[in-house]
């Protein structure tokens, strides 16, 4: 059982190139988030989708966008990446029904911008 | 405003000795759920506790136990007898009651990172 995948683990960019991120998960959960995590500042969500066809801004999405292309994928992109969008990118997943759920990760991208 | 504290940066402990981790947290609504998450140096983010807002109860589960107090808004966690694999940083956060469960955003505290040394 797989979990949350995410691809590519590790990329390196020039600043003005565009890149999406992938994310897949096969637990059939409704709920998936993206996050980038920077060094003495925890996790920070970029965007989050509640179920299939939505997408919500989280607390940092500018620069960002984000497809939520069926129930178990769940890109983000880059159009113009920045030296400030240097980090480590996580996605997760979480059944919902009941706000106990915790969500499940993947192993992060982590992601360069020259 | 930070809604997740964790004021301790890092903690260096001797193998066997336990380690307890602070989080104190903000939040208006009388609904929410806590959690604590372990990444290991490999990088990856791992579940390891939740609870919550009604429902006070300390429990243990192996090596690891939580202190919950809500008039102090804090969520504390503790590794009894540590070990080497225990180094880690622990993330302690946040999910607060939306018109919809569905919604389950997390809120992070910027982590404390534990050594454990032989």
């Known amino acids: 059982n797989a979990g949350v995948t995410q691809t590519p683990k590790f990329q390196v960019l020039k600043t003005g190139q565009s890149m999406t991120l992938q994310c897949a998960q096969d637990?059939?959960?409704?709920?998936m988030y993206w996050y980038r995590q920077d060094p003495g500042m925890g996790l920070r969500l970029i965007y989050y989708?509640?179920?299939?066809?939505?997408?919500d801004k989280g607390e940092v999405p500018n620069g960002y966008n984000v497809s939520r292309l069926n129930k178990r994928e769940f890109s983000l992109r880059l159009e113009s990446a920045a030296p400030s969008q240097t980090s480590v990118y996580f996605c997760?997943?979480?059944?919902?029904?009941?706000?106990?759920?915790?969500?499940?990760f993947g192993d992060g991208t982590r992601l360069s911008i020259l | 405003a930070q809604k997740v504290t964790q004021a301790q940066t890092e903690i260096s402990v001797v193998e066997k000795e336990d380690v307890t981790l602070d989080c104190v947290y903000e939040?208006?609504?009388?609904?929410?759920?806590l959690f604590w998450y372990k990444q290991p140096p490999s990088g990856e983010l791992v579940f390891l506790i939740r609870?919550?807002?009604?429902?006070?109860q300390n429990e243990i589960s192996g090596r690891y136990s939580w202190n919950f107090q809500k008039s102090t808004s804090s969520f504390n966690f503790t590794i009894t007898a540590s070990q080497v694999v225990d180094s880690a940083v622990y993330f302690c956060?946040?999910?607060?009651?939306?018109?919809?469960?569905?919604?389950?955003?997390?809120?992070f505290g910027a982590g404390t990172q534990v050594v454990v040394t032989p």
């Open positions: 997760a997943s979480r059944r919902t029904g009941d706000g106990n759920q915790p969500q499940h």
């Open positions: 637990m059939n959960h409704n709920s």
């Open positions: 989708s509640a179920s299939e066809g939505t997408t």
């Open positions: 939040t208006r609504d009388t609904t929410y759920y």
């Open positions: 609870r919550n807002s009604f429902d006070e």
């Open positions: 956060a946040l999910s607060e009651n939306g018109p919809t469960d569905s919604w389950g955003k997390l809120q």
